[in-house]
């Protein structure tokens, strides 16, 4: 079963404007991370948030995360068309092992100009 | 470029063929994954190998077989194909450090007809 769900599954916006992406999941974290994929491609990391930070940037990044609500929120700050694709939330659980990630299901983001 | 690489792109088998998947990464990482991405679904773990030498079912193994050949190189065979194993396959690898994330391949689409 998938232990992320993004919401929305999709999002439209102008260029220049911010982009908000949510997942939420159901068990303890060890950390939860944050990938794009373009279409067509393979997965690339954007962003890792370990279970007791609250709060991560990088660049135009901004992650937040909720353990006590099992959420992280993903915020793409003046979004470009180049910022176009798939992001998809992972989850280390605990107890999990191996250094597995479990992927959501995926917010398909498009950047209009 | 450093990375992990994957063959073949495309594939077209017939019910019952067999294949075997080839991914290769030169990051010297510990530990590899092969996952299946659905619409709708994400991406699901297949299976995966911590270390060399190791290998274990994720969360949708059946129909599936892997061999960890060296530190480089992680397989995955489908015996006996089915139309439910179409889909585009993914091959990871990561060093077990959490901030850098999985580095992922760019993907086989697998069309079983």
């Known amino acids: 079963s998938q232990q992320g769900e993004e919401d929305p599954q999709a999002l439209s916006i102008q260029e220049g404007e911010n982009a908000t992406m949510n997942c939420s999941y159901k068990?303890?974290?060890?950390?939860l991370q944050w990938y794009r994929q373009n279409s067509g491609r393979g997965l690339v990391h954007l962003i890792l948030i370990r279970s007791n930070e609250r709060e991560k940037h990088s660049g135009r990044l901004r992650v937040t995360l909720d353990t006590s609500k099992k959420s992280s929120s993903l915020l793409i700050t003046a979004s470009r068309a180049a910022d176009t694709a798939s992001y998809f939330c992972a989850t280390d659980r605990v107890g999990g092992g191996g250094n597995k990630l479990t992927f959501g299901t995926g917010t398909q983001l498009k950047v209009e100009l | 470029n450093a990375g992990v690489t994957q063959t073949p792109k495309f594939q077209v088998l017939k019910t019952g063929q067999s294949m075997t998947l080839q991914c290769a990464q030169d990051?010297?990482?510990?530990?590899m994954y092969w996952y299946r991405q659905d619409p709708g679904m994400g991406l699901r773990l297949i299976y995966y190998s911590a270390s060399e030498g190791t290998t274990d079912k994720g969360e949708v193994p059946n129909g599936y077989n892997v061999s960890r050949l060296n530190k480089r190189e992680f397989s995955l065979r489908l015996e006996s194909a089915a139309p439910s194993q179409t889909s585009v396959y993914f091959c990871?690898?990561?060093?077990?450090?959490?901030?850098?994330?999985?580095?992922f391949g760019s993907g086989t689409r697998l069309t079983v007809v």
């Open positions: 068990t303890s974290i060890n950390n």
């Open positions: 990871a690898s990561s060093d077990g450090i959490h901030s850098r994330g999985y580095t």
């Open positions: 990051m010297n990482h510990n530990s």
